[in-house]
């Protein structure tokens, strides 16, 4: 049997299969379909100080591997959170992991002091990368000194694992990578969406309301490798690899080529039990391969 273990932060995972925020709801609505005990770990969908009612409709488009969507951080805020989101989360033995965004330095703060009190709290992911909102987001993500300001201000709040999830948006993201670790992180996840748009030439409407919006899928998968490869090369701190993983070898290639997990997104709309196919696929391989530990395979790329 492989230990599939792996250890992100100051947190030890049962397996690297992670559900991506924000395609995976709060967690309790895909129970009927997932057994939440197998996942590595459940992150839920980003958080705010405030309730957000999010960007007007349409705000998800299909694409032909992938999907555009530009919700903007709709979600209960905080206190909704704790009050009615995370106790249902109490009776499942899996990490969580609250993903949060604020629109200043000290909205995150606030939101991270808040959350990160909380029992069922495991670890926090810091969205620096939604390309989909006007403040905040991708704004924190992008430039190496602001991130470096707000996660050194995250870090002073919590004791638990500070995830940064990064945007592929950027020239180089080895700079911001650096940045996130001199911050504090205990982890980084990459990637977050790539910027995109369509337009529906009938009708001369964009498909997505504010324009541009995420692409995710597929698509975008062999962006995220690179960004994960490049990334792993710049710090020394665990990776957790997202972007268009469909299947356990998919999972396997981000685990070599750096990640030391994975998180699965955009699968979850195709088969909403997909995340565990996606675990059970790389036991698969690792069991036919002799693979000892899943850790092993962490940056494994024949380099030749
Ligand atoms: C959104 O809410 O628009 C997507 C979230 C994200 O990209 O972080």
């Not at 100051?10 to 991506?20: G, I, Q, S, Y």
């Not at 770990?41 to 694409?63: D, Q, S, V």
Request: proline content about 6%.
């Amino acid at each position: 049997m492989t230990d599939l273990t792996v250890r992100i932060g100051r947190l030890t995972l049962k397996n690297p299969v992670l559900t991506a925020s924000g395609t995976f709801g709060y967690g309790p609505e895909y129970a009927d379909y997932v057994d939440l005990n197998r996942l590595g770990g459940l992150i839920t969908k980003t958080i705010t100080l405030e309730p957000r009612g999010g960007n007007p409709m349409p705000r998800i488009a299909e694409m032909p591997a992938g999907m555009l969507n530009s919700i903007g951080l709709a979600n209960v805020g905080v206190e909704r959170y704790l009050a009615e989101k995370l106790p249902l989360l109490e009776k499942y033995e899996t990490a969580v992991i609250a993903n949060l965004a604020g629109s200043t330095v000290e909205e995150y703060a606030r939101v991270v002091m808040k959350v990160q009190k909380h029992p069922r709290v495991d670890g926090i992911e810091v969205n620096v990368s939604c390309p989909n909102v006007r403040k905040g987001g991708l704004a924190f993500g992008t430039d190496p000194d602001v991130l470096c300001e707000l996660v050194r201000s995250v870090r002073s709040e919590t004791d638990k694992t500070v995830i940064v999830k990064l945007s592929p948006n950027v020239t180089d993201i080895r700079p911001v990578a650096m940045a996130a670790a001199s911050g504090g992180a205990d982890a980084l996840s990459l990637i977050n969406t790539v910027m995109g748009m369509g337009i529906d030439i009938r009708t001369r409407k964009p498909l997505i309301s504010r324009i541009t919006a995420g692409l995710s899928g597929p698509a975008i998968k062999p962006i995220a490798m690179a960004k994960v490869y490049e990334a792993a090369q710049a710090v020394d701190l665990p990776l957790i690899g997202i972007g268009g993983i469909m299947n356990g070898e998919d999972a396997v290639e981000f685990l070599m080529a750096g990640a030391s997990a994975v998180q699965v997104g955009t699968l979850n709309f195709v088969d909403p039990a997909g995340c565990l196919k996606v675990l059970e696929g790389i036991e698969t391989f690792c069991r036919e391969q002799g693979i000892a530990k899943v850790s092993d395979l962490v940056g494994a790329m024949d380099h030749g």
